[in-house]
């Protein structure tokens, strides 16, 4: 549709150009633009019609609205006399705004029974002037379909599994934002590449949020159809035997706010092994619209897994004597599996495999699969570049407490963990995969990596050991302060340095935020891996210029790979924190890191780098209450606090002829606790909303007042350290203490 209004836009343009005239008006500039029909408030089915004004206006006299396609079509870019008199509406030009609109109530209600109506406008000039009829469409139902079922698979021998999370549905085209529309099921269809195989008996069992679903909601040889606003189940009427669909109904919203309740799990059963299937699933929502089909071919494996061994060999730390890691990496060599061609095996399977000498009957195992516990679930290791099938060819021997390489006869497998950090614990799966697709038993082990070159080091739980420099460690919070399993943020600093200080430690100073940072010579308090791009990586892993406060906010969502080499976690985002420094006049409240936040125009990577500070200001009236003495310089008019002799007075100004006044309020953090006063400018008082206006500078705070108003003379406007009242709920911080003998 695009590029055919394209196509007739330039055409309009280049007939017009052939004109003579010297002064040519363009059809594109007698034709309206910005049409919409939309849903108002003022009843339950009330529309409204709107347009702006085309560019030219002179000699326009009407505009010709038509509905539905009977008269105009929704291609047609030209009307004829006979067209303008079958029109639905007419309306005067009435010459004023930019605009006009058209109330559509009365007309569209023979149309409602419809999910849409087409709808064309024309502007009419005297003469033989003509623009071009502009479309769009109402919408009365839901015509917006579900969106697309992605799913995985995985598969044994007779059996294949299809997983995949509910697809959101937009239930009111008018409120784009609700997306939890009921989703009326599921039309899925299995076909047997083998024509000769007989699936129409195939075992169906499907479960959601891990809970099986009961058989009465599968409805084999069904199929679904829109009727009217709604959706029926019709007969299937196909009767390949290789050939089976059917409808899963569900019936349910997406539930935004359980995400595991979306879960869904369909077993096909009693396969036969090594056979591919093509799988095409369609999601139909409650109004009958339904998904774009998603489609893919899913094979069966052979009878006889492959053999795991079970046994992790690493070079070791020598202080601790735990797994070694080098710079965040963790090497992992695990004996090779293999694929037996016949069951039994006389293969013995320990924590290494016994072949026997001379025996043959089995093959190499295609590859590994290796994951990572997360919480409650398995996770793909994290990697920077693409797992390729011969990753896993190469072999390595056990010599002299060493791994060497030797491809030709080496019975290990290697692979490299990064973004590990000092003392982790960690809970791999490791399963090997042979050609068919068949996974052996899952082989799972818990493995506590060393500290590292600080392991002498004690620190409080969930602290960290960090080097300032040659000589001096310090212990460092991993992740922002938790307090009653919740971040603590939307705090003063001052309440952050005393809830430091009411457990035995302090608040990190700038020095060790930065020590933290910068450690291994980071520019962001990263791992910076090979193929490191900054932007991707703070957007992906730290949260930086998200918008994502619900991960920001939650501990289980945090991701592990954001993290410095010593182990401090989400330095440079998700939130803010407060850290102490000392300047000439003193302590020195300052933020460091970024946030979840997105600032318009600004590049998130330079917002995140380590020596980045920020002190929150905030602008407000300077003021004087005393008697002012101005001196003419010159034209210019110079405003002084105290008498200049080298300059001519002009005039003397007395308190009584200040015209500014001063609000004074005492503010208290959210506790009641006092933490002074501050004042505002009344006359931005009364523009910006009264007390909105406090509601927005002194979030969060307490205010009583004013407490007192003075006359003054505002002499312009002055930045200042907001710090004692700022609160953000993007704003935490982070405890620091000396290590303990």
């Known amino acids: 549709m695009r590029s055919k209004l394209l196509t007739i836009f330039i055409f309009l343009l280049l007939s017009a150009c052939s004109n003579d005239n010297t002064n040519p008006t363009y059809p594109f500039e007698r034709t309206v633009s910005a049409v919409s029909a939309t849903k108002t408030k003022a009843c339950k089915d009330c529309y409204i019609l709107r347009w702006l004004h085309p560019i030219e206006k002179k000699d326009l006299q009407n ?56 709808i064309a406008i024309w502007a009419k000039y005297a003469g033989n002037e003509k623009g071009a009829v502009q479309h769009t469409y109402v919408h009365f139902g839901d015509d917006v379909p579900p969106s697309i079922v992605n799913f995985s698979d995985s598969a044994a021998s007779k059996s294949i599994w299809i997983n995949w999370t509910r697809p959101t549905d937009q239930k009111e085209f008018y409120s784009p934002e609700e997306i939890s529309g009921p989703i009326a099921g599921y039309d899925i269809s299995i076909e047997a590449i083998d024509k000769n195989e007989n699936i129409r008996n195939a075992t169906l069992r499907a479960s959601l949020s891990e809970q099986l679903v009961n058989s009465s ?65 369609v999601a139909y929502d409650s109004a009958g619209n339904q998904s774009k089909p998603e ?56 924590s290494t495999l016994r072949i026997p000498q001379g025996y043959q009957k089995y093959k190499e195992v295609r590859k590994y699969l290796i994951e990572q516990k997360n919480g409650e679930n398995w996770e793909s290791i994290v990697r920077d570049f693409v797992v390729l099938e011969d990753y896993y ?37 490791i399963r090997a995969v042979d050609n068919s697709g068949y996974y052996s038993k899952a082989w799972i082990e818990t493995i506590v990596v060393s500290k590292g070159e600080l392991w002498k080091y004690k620190c409080p739980q969930n602290f960290v050991p960090v080097k300032m420099d040659s000589s001096s460690v310090f212990c460092m919070e991993k992740l922002q302060h938790i307090s009653r399993d919740k971040f603590e943020k939307n705090v003063l600093y001052e309440k952050a340095k005393k809830e430091c200080e009411s457990l035995s430690f302090r608040l990190c100073t700038e020095l060790e935020w930065n020590a933290a940072c910068t450690a291994g010579g980071s520019r962001y308090g990263v791992i910076e891996e090979r193929n490191f791009s900054p932007d991707r990586f703070l957007y992906g892993y730290c949260g930086v210029g998200t918008g994502d406060s619900v991960s920001a906010n939650s501990i289980a969502k945090r991701n592990r790979i954001c993290a410095s080499r010593n182990g401090v976690r989400d330095l440079p985002g998700q939130l803010q924190e407060w850290v102490t420094s000392k300047g000439d006049s003193g302590e020195v409240p300052l933020l460091k890191g970024s946030s979840y936040v997105i600032f318009e125009g600004a590049s998130r990577v330079e917002l995140a780098q380590c020596k980045n500070r920020f002190t929150p200001t905030r602008i407000r009236p300077k003021y004087t209450t005393d008697t002012v003495y101005l001196y003419r310089s010159g034209s210019r008019i110079d405003t002084l606090l105290s008498r200049d002799t080298l300059r001519t007075l002009h005039d003397i100004l007395p308190p009584s002829k200040f015209e500014g006044t001063i609000l004074i309020y005492s503010l208290a953090d959210s506790a009641g606790n006092s933490l002074g ?32 108003k003075r006359q003054a003379l505002i002499l312009g406007k002055e930045s200042i350290n907001a710090s004692k009242f700022f609160l953000d709920p993007t704003v935490g911080f982070r405890c620091c203490t000396d290590i303990k003998p």
């Not at 006979?82 to 010459?95: D, T």
């Not at 060599?333 to 006389?346: G, H, Y």
């Open 295 to 350: 489609n893919r071919i899913v094979s069966t494996t052979d009878t006889i897994p492959p053999l795991i061994a079970n046994k992790f060999w690493f070079y070791k730390d020598s202080g601790d004597g735990l797994p070694r890691l080098d710079s965040n990496r963790l090497v992992l060599f695990w004996p090779r599996s293999v694929d037996p061609l016949e069951s039994p095996t006389p293969i013995q399977l320990d």
């Open 393 to 429: 060819k190469a072999r390595y021997r056990l010599e002299n407490n060493s791994m060497k390489l030797d491809t030709a006869s080496g019975g290990f497998i290697s692979d490299t963990l990064r973004w590990v950090l000092p003392g982790d614990t960690i809970t791999l799966r």
């Open 677 to 708: 006063t501050d004042y505002v400018d009344q006359e931005d008082y009364n523009k910006r909303g009264g007390d909105k206006y406090l509601d927005v500078i002194w979030q969060g705070l307490k205010y009583e007042g004013p407490i007192e």
């Open 217 to 281: 909601d599968i409805k084999r040889s069904y199929k679904f159809k829109k009727e009217g606003r709604g959706v029926v189940l019709e007969i299937d009427n196909n009767q390949s035997q290789n050939f089976l669909r059917f409808v899963l109904l569900d019936g349910k919203g997406f539930a935004s706010d359980d995400i595991q309740a979306n879960s869904w799990k369909m077993e096909i059963s009693d396969l036969k092994p090594e056979q591919h299937y093509k799988v095409i699933i």
């Open 63 to 118: 505009y010709y609205i038509w509905l539905d396609t009977t008269v105009v079509n929704d291609s047609v870019y030209s009307v004829s006399q006979a067209q303008i008199s079958e029109a639905s509406a007419s309306v005067a030009y009435n010459g004023k705004g930019e605009g006009d609109s058209l109330d559509l109530t009365s007309l569209v209600g023979k149309f409602l029974n419809r999910d849409s109506l087409h």
